[in-house]
């Protein structure tokens, strides 16, 4: 077996494949909702595992196999040892490199995106602002009389773009682009509202020492930026220096692959049609979409149903992140934008109708891997994940859902009119 280069795009170029498999297995990874689709059949798998007698092997695979890098000066104290169990690989590892892009998408979108002028930024970031502030509010208010679970407010607070756009790119053109572009300007605020969640309010215990070679990192990136080097390889160096130093501190380590990623130059001067950032976010979106997401779902979907019934629903912390995935993102959504639009402050998108932009904000209720990444920073116990982990599934279901049929009748709607304009 012979492969030119190691990638995804060349893996599904294989010529001993037969010819029809290659087209379809194309086709399917060229759909923007591919990684969606990944994305549910490994939550699956990982659900019937976590219900099957596999689950032994899972759980020991996860958390009882630990690798380890770095080294440790007993003499000196200096402590460059990294010793983790698969699982916080995965979640503090190959989630660092997922943070990493989300950054490179954050920063194209302030530099030229939909987040480069006010008049385009206003509407998604009032609407995202909503997003969280009312599913969390939700939330607090229904563990109120539980203190213990009080942690978890900001589970339902984010978005998964990856889900969402799936869900979004299966209706077709019955999703105008101007609603794509929305729903990726509000998810990519919602991101970053979230990462300054973690550092605020999930970041405990930090110890100095390692953030002053994380410090360090951070000058060199800055002046690697302000001298304008375009390649990438010397950033991404300091950016595994400082993903180590962060993580050494007690800061939560996918924060290194955000502050990384604001350092990527934009532009290159020796060639104006190069960008370093746009050319690592495509380098990098098929690895993530199509191999650490769908590995995360598979190590954090495991939801173990023994003892649970109709009754797990209604336990506080469940409860709490369904209605603010399903109640709380649709309502703080959708009544900002409305009140933002009515008001003047900012246009309705074109060629968009108020329920179109309704059902984008139920879509926003899929929290599927953000949400299950804040809630295994909020909770550590086995209860309280099991909790996390039926709320997030169940109140992204319901969410991904209600929201594509409530796009779906828009757009069926918005096609008739569109049809007997063209004929009277």
Request: glycine fraction near 10%; charge should be positive; aromatic fraction near 10%.
């Amino acid at each position: 077996m012979r492969i030119k280069k190691l990638g995804i795009e060349d893996a599904y170029k294989l010529k001993y494949l037969p010819g029809e498999v290659v087209k379809a297995a194309q086709k399917f990874l060229k759909m923007q909702a591919a990684g969606g689709i990944l994305l549910v059949i490994a939550a699956l798998v990982a659900i019937l595992i976590a219900n099957s007698p596999l689950f032994v092997h899972y759980d020991h695979i996860l958390n009882g196999i630990k690798f380890r890098i770095g080294f440790n000066d007993l003499v000196t104290n200096f402590d460059l040892e990294v010793n983790k169990s698969v699982l916080l690989w995965i979640n503090d590892g190959f989630m660092a490199v997922f943070f990493f892009l989300v950054g490179l998408e954050i920063k194209r979108e302030i530099k030229s995106g939909e987040l480069s002028t006010r008049a385009r930024a206003l509407l998604p970031m009032i609407a995202a602002v909503g997003g969280m502030i009312v599913p969390a509010a939700i939330y607090y208010f229904i563990n109120i009389d539980t203190p213990e679970n009080l942690n978890g407010w900001a589970i339902p607070a984010a978005t998964d773009i990856a889900f969402a756009l799936g869900v979004l790119a299966l209706l077709g053109s019955r999703a105008p682009v101007r609603l794509k572009i929305l729903l990726t300007a509000i998810a990519v605020i919602d991101d970053l509202g979230a990462i300054l969640i973690i550092a605020i309010f999930y970041t405990s215990n930090v110890a100095l020492e390692p953030l002053y070679f994380g410090a360090a990192a951070l000058v060199g990136l800055a002046l690697l930026n302000s001298r304008n080097v375009s390649s990438t390889t010397p950033y991404l160096i300091l950016g595994f220096i400082l993903w180590l130093a962060v993580l050494k501190s007690g800061v939560h380590a996918t924060l290194a692959g955000v502050a990384t990623a604001f350092f990527i130059p934009m532009t290159c001067k020796k060639d104006p049609n190069h960008s370093p950032c746009q050319h690592l976010e495509h380098a990098l979106h098929p690895w993530v979409a199509f191999g650490i997401l769908p590995l995360f779902a598979l190590a954090n979907a495991g939801v173990p149903f023994t003892g649970m019934g109709l009754h797990s629903l209604a336990e506080p912390v469940t409860l709490g992140i369904i209605a603010g995935l399903t109640i709380g993102k649709q309502v703080g959504i959708f009544s900002l934008m409305w009140i933002t639009i009515k008001s003047g402050l900012s246009p309705m998108p074109h060629g968009t109708n108020w329920a179109q932009l309704y059902g984008v904000s139920i879509l926003c209720g899929i929290g599927f891997t953000m949400s299950l990444f804040i809630g295994g920073l909020a909770f550590e116990d086995v209860h309280h994940q099991a909790s996390i982990r039926l709320g997030v599934l169940v109140g992204s279901i319901i969410s991904a859902t209600m929201g594509f049929t409530v796009l779906y009748l828009a757009g069926r709607k918005s096609a008739k009119l569109d049809e007997s304009a063209k004929t009277s």
